[in-house]
């Protein structure tokens, strides 16, 4: 989860040459996956930055007597404000302590960093040992979301979401050969659309290049480069096969500019024995989700559904305070009124006022109204469900803000029924603090729900998931590409319409946390479904007065 403020996910226009964004979230299909390209920048000396310094372990200066003291300063003009760079000529030693300084009285867990002399590192070397080295229960770095961005490109991305693609999200079941690159979902008014590309579809070559079997680097370049980072108009070759197709067919696409649709397949489901069940695909806590999630509770809402089945599974998170408004708008007034969505905690030395802007902590309520930074005007009544339990569909991506929608409901007695594989554990957050040309993304707060509850680093699992993570009533279930999203016959929906009959699961197949599996039987991992850091995190956004 990130805190950013004054910062809005409108789409900012664009001139001249597009920024490629998708550079920074670049998958690379080879023999390792690596999944999100986000550690590096700064700018600092190779090697040993020398000269020495006069560090005493222990003994801790202001973080502002370093502040902007740069090895290579900045010219021109902040973006961000309009401001000039408040750089200065300074030296790697000057953005060490700054980090040093920094972490000491921000990060989380300052008291488990070791203190090594600044003077022997670079920057960059600096900053990953910055962070404490404990390890969960299942064999997981407690902090595994330390990294930092280049300052100019995280602007860039934050403002606008700005994405070039094809607007079919990827799923790699597995990244070295033989590969299987499958279509997780696409995007409305997109060219997979328009190419009629859905879920289900396997990519098998590219430009010529064969997805499944080329190992060369050559190969590997081309997959990457075109399905990663494409260039805006650039055409080029697809050859797929469609889910349940006979036959292969090959067509030529070329990557836009593409806007999410983040709420998709709202619909509501009649059973057999009675009782109807509302369905939705909520894939990206973007500002657009607002008026998407008051439109279809509202259709939920005039369908006097039952029950409720959030589908999460590819949502990493995003603004905080929309995952505040769906919370609420599942469970309604009464079970939500003068009660906490969530609770920001610092560290022992901030017990009570916010570290970064001096302000007292205060939890963030469950927001009842509109924001007015969507469609909706400001302060309109959101529609309520008013529901005791919600099916939560989850896979090893639904992250943040995603996660911080299950805590809460169940900080309420909201019954959270989990059918899917266990999330990803980010119940941690940070500002994104820029010094120097590079914003610094280092863990300081938790969110902890109405029961002061935040310890879900394992994450959560469905109760016959043997795991370490939370355990919640429901059913491990591994991830169906053979059915489209929101079809009761796909694996993971038909789980839960089952389990709301009978409490039955069918055998465990979800994954669990990585370096952890269930006695006598191998680790089921997730499909890989790689999207940019933006989207992966909890992001505070100051509530309208």
């Given amino acids: 989860m990130i805190t950013v403020s004054h910062w809005s996910c409108e789409t900012m226009s664009l001139t001249g040459k597009l920024i490629k964004i998708a550079t920074r979230v670049a998958v690379l299909i080879g023999a390792l ?39 290579a300063p900045r010219a021109g003009t902040n973006p961000e404000d309009g401001n000039p760079y408040p750089d200065m000529q300074g030296t790697t030693l000057d953005e060490n302590n700054y980090l ?79 590969r299987e690159l499958r279509v997780a979902y696409t995007e409305p008014n997109s060219p997979a659309a328009t190419n009629n590309l859905d879920r289900g579809a396997e990519i098998l070559t ?74 939705l695909t909520f894939n990206d806590h973007i500002i657009t989700a607002e008026g998407a999630l008051v439109d279809a509770v509202n259709q939920l809402k005039t369908a006097a559904i039952d029950d409720l089945v959030l589908d999460i599974r590819y949502n990493g998170g995003g603004y905080l305070f929309i995952a505040s408004q769906l919370s609420y708008m599942i469970a309604g007034d009464a079970q939500t009124a003068g009660r906490t969505f969530e609770l920001t905690q610092f560290n022992s030395k901030h017990p009570s006022t916010d570290p970064i802007t001096g302000a007292a902590i205060q939890p963030t309520p469950f927001y009842n109204t509109t924001s007015g930074y969507d ?5 309109q009544a959101l529609p309520t469900l008013n529901l005791a339990r919600v099916y939560v569909l989850t896979g090893s991506g639904t992250c943040s803000a995603s996660e911080a929608i299950m805590n809460s409901l169940r900080g309420i007695d909201v019954e959270v029924i989990q059918i899917g594989s266990t999330t990803c554990g980010k119940p941690y957050g940070f500002y994104p603090q820029d010094n120097c040309g590079t914003t610094y993304f280092t863990i300081q707060f938790r969110g902890v729900n109405e029961k002061n509850f935040g310890d879900y680093t394992d994450g959560f699992s469905a109760a016959n998931q043997a795991s370490p993570g939370v355990v919640l009533p429901g059913c491990s279930v591994a991830d169906d590409f053979g059915h489209l999203l929101g079809d009761p016959a796909e694996v993971r929906l038909a789980a839960a319409l089952s ?41 505070m956004k100051e509530w309208p007065r």
């Fill in 375 to 379: 469609r909706y005007p400001a302060n």
């Fill in 206 to 279: 590219v430009d010529g290049v064969d997805v499944v079997n080329d190992g060369t680097q050559a190969g590997v370049d081309v997959l990457n480069a075109v399905l990663f980072s494409p260039v805006v108009g650039e055409p080029h070759t697809f050859t797929v096969q469609d889910l349940n197709a006979a036959n292969t067919r090959t067509f030529t696409m070329s990557a836009e500019v593409i806007t999410s649709a983040p709420v998709q397949n709202v619909k509501v489901i009649d059973l057999a024995g009675g009782g109807k069940v509302g369905y």
């Fill in 100 to 178: 040093r300084s920094f972490s000491n009285n921000t990060y989380l867990w300052y008291s488990e960093i070791a203190d090594r002399d600044p003077s022997l590192y670079s920057t960059p070397q600096y900053f990953d040992l910055l962070k404490t080295t404990a390890m969960t229960s299942s064999g997981q770095p407690k902090d595994k979301f330390h990294f930092t961005y280049d300052t100019y490109e995280y602007y860039q991305l934050s403002q606008g979401g700005v994405s070039a693609g094809y607007g079919a999200q990827w799923a790699l079941l597995a990244s070295a050969p033989p």
């Fill in 33 to 71: 996956l690596v999944l999100v390209a986000c550690g590096g920048g700064g700018s600092s000396d190779p090697g040993n930055p020398g000269g020495g310094s006069d560090w005493q372990s222990g003994v801790f200066l202001n973080a502002s007597t370093f502040a902007n003291r740069c090895l």
């Fill in 499 to 539: 389990y709301r009959e009978n409490q039955l699961c069918p055998a465990a197949s979800g994954s669990a946390p990585p370096g952890f599996s269930k006695a006598g039987t191998p680790t089921i991992i997730d499909p890989v479904v790689p999207k940019s850091p933006w989207q992966t995190n909890r992001i």
